[in-house]
């Protein structure tokens, strides 16, 4: 969807703040809004896709002003209602009404093991891969409602497959709950010049991976 | 996206009562997430990738099958699993300089390098790095060579790069500990240079 969170190119948002190394948390709420998402996301009720088109459904004017563990939180109460874990009334009065419904929970014992295993998202295909690395490719333009990971920047350039990485996991169908339908992705070059005009270094190049379906012969 | 030294009143006790609300609703225990929070606040770290990047500069060998298999190699030495799955690493060199962004989210390579800096979630780095990249790296202090060209790598799937940057000169006695010290997070973002001897790292 074209939301808020497909930021590249924009301007206006001023410098970067470069930040100590050991820094970790500004405060100890976000220590229990990312052990929150995790264990949440562990429970099994919803994909990472999922995950993140929620974070990119919050409407811009609140998205662009949240600071990013607080887009989280919001992303995770929207998550619990649409999937009937938690009600909004339990959201505005601060406490469970009732018992919860039976979900997966991660025990403190098995945290190390299931970061540690990680979910991997290659697949195998019975097809073949349409494009092979050194082939020039146009990035479709596309605008879905609902999830992609196609950058708007990209859409209806030209660039040169760098790479296949292998398949998988399509994440605007899984998002939706329709399925991996896994297809092949590709490591795929732009020039600068060719994204962003004249003006743009022309020693520069930006690479995005990119699945089948978003691509087309040049 | 502001940061939240900016705002952000009345958040701490929204999400005190929701993790009330989940841990009556029997969904989460409460011990697991003080075992994620120590995860990632102690033990896995930019200290990691630093092994990795430090290895490869001093083990040819290892250098290669990072190369070739990033997800393998960084295996070898323990590490891998979550935002880790699919990883490939990225080589510095004179004439190529790797800069990595998620324009859309926060993508980052967890297991070798923790939670993502503020900076890597922000508005300005995500809407920036794509299309100046070199205006990026000054925030960050760094001028490059003229002529190097910047790759600038946008993690849109499930693939998280690791930059190895370039071994600084002055470096042939140093023992892989002692290199892994001049090697920054930033340098394995691509945002910054290992450090030379000497340098204090940030």
Same mark, same amino acid.
């Given at each position: 969807?074209n939301?808020?969170a497909?930021?590249?190119g924009?301007?206006?948002?001023?410098?970067v703040?470069?930040?100590p190394?050991d820094?970790?948390?500004?405060?100890?709420?976000?220590?229990?809004?990312?052990a929150?998402?995790?264990?949440?996301?562990a429970?099994?009720?919803? +994909?990472? !896709?999922?995950?993140?088109?929620?974070?990119? +459904?919050i409407?811009p004017?609140?998205?662009?002003?949240? +600071?990013?563990?607080?887009?989280?939180?919001?992303?995770?109460?929207?998550l619990?209602?649409a999937?009937?874990? &938690?009600?909004?009334?339990e959201?505005?009065?601060?406490?469970?009404?009732?018992?919860?419904?039976?979900?997966?929970?991660?025990?403190a014992?098995?945290?190390?093991?299931?970061?540690?295993?990680?979910?991997?998202?290659?697949r195998q295909v019975?097809s073949?891969?349409?494009?092979?690395?050194?082939?020039?490719v146009?990035?479709?333009?596309?605008?879905p409602?609902?999830?992609?990971?196609?950058?708007?920047?990209v859409?209806?350039?030209?660039?040169? &497959? &760098?790479?296949?990485?292998?398949?998988?996991v399509?994440p605007?169908?899984?998002?939706?709950?329709?399925g991996e +339908?896994?297809q092949?992705?590709?490591?795929?070059?732009?020039?600068?010049?060719?994204?962003?005009?004249?003006?743009?270094?022309p020693?520069?190049? &930006?690479?995005? !991976?990119?699945?089948?379906s978003?691509?087309?012969?040049? | 996206?502001?940061?939240?030294?900016?705002?952000?009143?009345?958040?701490?006790t929204r999400?005190a009562?929701?993790?009330?609300?989940?841990?009556?609703?029997?969904?989460?225990?409460? #011990?697991?997430?003080?075992?994620?929070?120590a995860?990632?606040?102690?033990d896995?770290?930019?200290?990691n990738?630093?092994?990795?990047v430090a290895?490869?500069?001093?083990?040819?060998?290892?250098?290669e099958?990072?190369?070739?298999?990033?997800?393998?190699?960084?295996?070898?030495?323990?590490?891998?699993?979550?935002?880790?799955?699919?990883?490939?690493?990225?080589?510095?060199?004179?004439?190529?300089?790797?800069?990595?962004?998620c324009t859309?989210?926060?993508?980052?390579?967890?297991p070798?390098?923790?939670?993502?800096?503020?900076w890597?979630?922000?508005?300005a780095?995500?809407?920036? #790095?794509v299309?100046d990249?070199?205006?990026?790296?000054?925030?960050?202090?760094?001028?490059?060579? *003229?002529?190097?060209r910047?790759?600038?790598? *946008?993690s849109?799937?499930?693939?998280r790069?690791?930059?190895?940057?370039?071994r600084?000169?002055?470096t042939?006695?140093?023992d892989?500990?002692?290199?892994?010290?001049l090697?920054?997070?930033?340098?394995?973002?691509g945002?910054?240079?290992?450090?030379?001897?000497g340098?204090v790292?940030?």
């Amino acid at each position: 969807m074209n939301g808020a969170a497909d930021l590249g190119g924009m301007m206006g948002f001023g410098p970067v703040v470069p930040e100590p190394e050991d820094h970790r948390f500004d405060a100890g709420w976000q220590r229990r809004a990312l052990a929150l998402t995790l264990a949440m996301g562990a429970a099994g009720r919803w +994909s990472i !896709d999922e995950g993140r088109h929620a974070r990119e +459904s919050i409407p811009p004017p609140e998205y662009l002003t949240s +600071s990013y563990y607080a887009i989280w939180v919001r992303a995770l109460e929207d998550l619990l209602v649409a999937h009937g874990l &938690v009600t909004r009334a339990e959201l505005a009065a601060g406490r469970a009404d009732g018992p919860g419904e039976p979900v997966r929970v991660l025990r403190a014992g098995d945290v190390r093991a299931a970061l540690a295993a990680g979910t991997p998202y290659s697949r195998q295909v019975a097809s073949s891969a349409r494009f092979a690395a050194g082939q020039r490719v146009r990035a479709r333009v596309m605008n879905p409602a609902g999830h992609t990971r196609l950058p708007r920047y990209v859409r209806g350039r030209t660039g040169t &497959v &760098v790479t296949v990485h292998g398949a998988h996991v399509l994440p605007d169908s899984n998002a939706r709950g329709a399925g991996e +339908s896994p297809q092949w992705l590709y490591q795929v070059r732009f020039d600068a010049r060719e994204l962003w005009g004249e003006d743009a270094d022309p020693a520069s190049t &930006v690479d995005v !991976d990119a699945w089948e379906s978003y691509l087309e012969p040049a | 996206m502001v940061t939240d030294r900016a705002g952000d009143a009345g958040i701490a006790t929204r999400v005190a009562a929701l993790e009330e609300i989940l841990v009556e609703k029997g969904y989460v225990d409460p #011990a697991a997430l003080d075992e994620i929070i120590a995860t990632y606040e102690h033990d896995v770290g930019p200290r990691n990738g630093a092994r990795v990047v430090a290895r490869a500069w001093t083990d040819p060998g290892y250098r290669e099958r990072l190369l070739a298999d990033a997800t393998a190699a960084i295996a070898e030495l323990g590490y891998g699993g979550r935002q880790g799955e699919h990883m490939v690493a990225l080589e510095n060199t004179p004439q190529v300089h790797h800069l990595v962004v998620c324009t859309l989210c926060s993508c980052y390579p967890w297991p070798v390098l923790g939670l993502p800096p503020t900076w890597y979630k922000s508005a300005a780095y995500r809407s920036r #790095a794509v299309i100046d990249p070199r205006g990026v790296l000054a925030d960050f202090g760094v001028t490059l060579a *003229d002529g190097t060209r910047i790759a600038v790598h *946008d993690s849109t799937a499930e693939v998280r790069y690791l930059v190895v940057p370039m071994r600084p000169p002055g470096t042939d006695g140093l023992d892989e500990d002692a290199l892994a010290g001049l090697v920054t997070r930033d340098s394995m973002i691509g945002t910054g240079l290992a450090l030379a001897p000497g340098e204090v790292r940030g």
